[in-house]
């Protein structure tokens, strides 16, 4: 589901342009996973290891922002789209606890409605993460 040699993290500050490379990334590819929790992969066949890389991917884009003033200095707000981030990773999170426990029919509903809600927390992290004009 993820291909983490694609994310580019950046680890310092050296241009601004280097960061807002590094925003249009993180947008780019919040765009791809969404579109696989909308379309991109049966629900059925998402895993919990799918989760975790995917929680840990995003924890590592709020830590680039956290760190970069660069970044920081080209959203709108950094704290709501770091925000928004954790929301997404709290989704993930949940459903990643519904797929450890046994599933019955109750479960499977709330577990897909998990990755319902995990799509639209996506739609606004790309919106949050939209640079200044």
Do not use: C
């Not at 991109?40 to 840990?56: C, P």
């Not at 897909?112 to 004009?133: D, G």
């Amino acid at each position: 589901m993820l291909d983490e040699s694609r994310f580019v993290f950046l680890k310092s500050d050296s241009t601004g342009s280097q960061a807002a490379i590094t925003l249009q990334h993180f947008r780019e590819r919040l765009i791809e996973v969404r579109a696989l929790f909308q379309y991109g992969m049966s629900q059925r066949d998402i895993t919990q290891r799918n989760l975790v890389s995917l929680e840990k991917e995003l924890r590592g884009m709020i830590g680039s922002i956290d760190r970069s003033s660069n970044m920081k200095n080209l959203l709108i707000s950094a704290d709501a789209s770091q925000e928004a981030l954790q929301e997404v990773i709290t989704r993930l999170n949940l459903a990643a606890d519904l797929l450890d426990m046994q599933i019955t029919p109750k479960r499977r509903e709330m577990l897909y409605q998990k990755y319902r809600e995990i799509s639209k927390s996506l739609t606004l992290a790309i919106q949050r993460l939209q640079s200044k004009q």
